[in-house]
């Protein structure tokens, strides 16, 4: 079973690659070395609380989903069907990982058809 450092470090590396950013970036927006923030994708360092924030903020997901990996009540999973909303929270990194990069594809979708307008 993994531990905990290395089930949020591979969100945050998954979230990180999802929006096509590099640990270098990643590392400037958080101000720690890329060192670190390698070391923590790999589940060998943590981030303080204050830096998880962050990662939750830039990535627009909650802290339950980096911590926990899953949506928590009352966030974003409300907007979701209840079908979709298992589907995030069943454990299935596979799926919930399809799911979120549809989400994502769906959202930059709608960003090109607000620019035409």
């Keep these: 079973m993994k531990d905990l450092s290395q089930s949020i470090g ?9 929006q096509h950013m590099t640990q270098a970036e990643l590392a400037e927006y ?3 070395s890329v060192k670190h923030c390698s070391s923590v ?19 627009h ?3 339950d989903y980096l911590i926990c ?3 928590a009540p009352g966030q974003y999973a409300d ?4 079908s979709l909303q298992e589907t995030l ?5 596979e799926q919930a990982s399809l799911l979120r990069r549809f989400l994502q594809l769906y959202g930059e979708l709608l960003e090109v058809e607000n620019k035409r307008e």
């Design 89 to 93: 929270n069943s454990g299935d990194e």
């Design 79 to 82: 907007l979701f069907p209840a």
């Design 10 to 18: 591979e969100r945050i590396a998954e979230l990180r690659k999802e």
């Design 61 to 63: 997901t909650s802290l």
């Design 30 to 32: 958080l101000d720690i």
């Design 41 to 59: 994708e790999r589940g060998l360092s943590r981030l303080s609380l204050e830096k998880i924030i962050e990662v939750a903020d830039l990535f």
């Design 69 to 71: 990996g899953r949506c």
